[in-house]
């Protein structure tokens, strides 16, 4: 960057960090040059590149509305063993928030429904659902399991769609499947039973 000025070369504003700086649109200080990928400072996930590439693409070939205030809900995975994944808040976050949380968490060894989970000979970690009590929406959720990888997108599908925890709980999923689960845990059956409980604030 050019020395007290925040540009590059070629007169581009860049961040303190050196990330090139752009609008929700990635359009840089040059409203003729995009930046996308890494080199933008936003999150370096493959994925967000791509989804970089769908809003310049739209940008130049579209009606120009899509932008980085669409991504709602992105999921994250440690690819570690069972992998960890993540969308959305927290439980400490949305209650700091102000909104009124359910908590529906399980042991996935304590799952009945975990079928394949059993026929891998992986029973280890845990599913849970932070919910909005007022409305029922998923605010977050937190899985490590099998198959967690590709679960996380369908809560994050979810998410940003406003699909109720109950509607995904009550959802009529293969046999034997991970996503299986969420009828025991979310489901309509799963809370009158008290099986979606409040746990202590994480």
């Known amino acids: 960057a050019i020395e007290g000025l925040g540009l590059d070369k070629a007169g581009i504003r860049t961040t303190e960090r050196g990330a090139i700086e752009v609008d929700e649109h990635l359009r840089t200080s040059r409203p003729h040059i995009y930046a996308i990928g890494d080199v933008n400072g936003g999150p370096q996930f493959t994925y967000i590149s791509r989804d970089d590439h769908r809003i310049v693409a739209d940008r130049l070939l579209g009606d120009g509305t899509r932008s980085t205030a669409d991504r709602r809900a992105v999921p994250h995975t440690m690819f570690i063993t069972p992998p960890f994944s993540t969308v959305g808040l927290t439980e400490t976050a949305a209650r700091e928030r102000g909104h009124n949380v ?101």
């Open 102 to 202: 359910r908590i529906a968490s399980k042991l996935v060894a304590q799952t009945t429904a975990t079928h394949r989970a059993r026929i891998m000979g992986d029973t280890r970690g845990l599913i849970k659902f932070v919910i909005d009590a007022d409305t029922d929406l998923i605010l977050g959720a937190a899985l490590i399991s099998i198959d967690s990888q590709e679960v996380i997108n369908l809560v994050a599908f979810a998410m940003r769609h406003d699909v109720p925890a109950g509607e995904l709980g009550n959802a009529i999923y293969t046999h034997p499947s991970t996503t299986e689960g969420f009828n025991e845990l979310l489901g309509t059956v799963a809370r009158a039973n008290g099986r979606a409980h409040t746990l202590r604030p994480s």
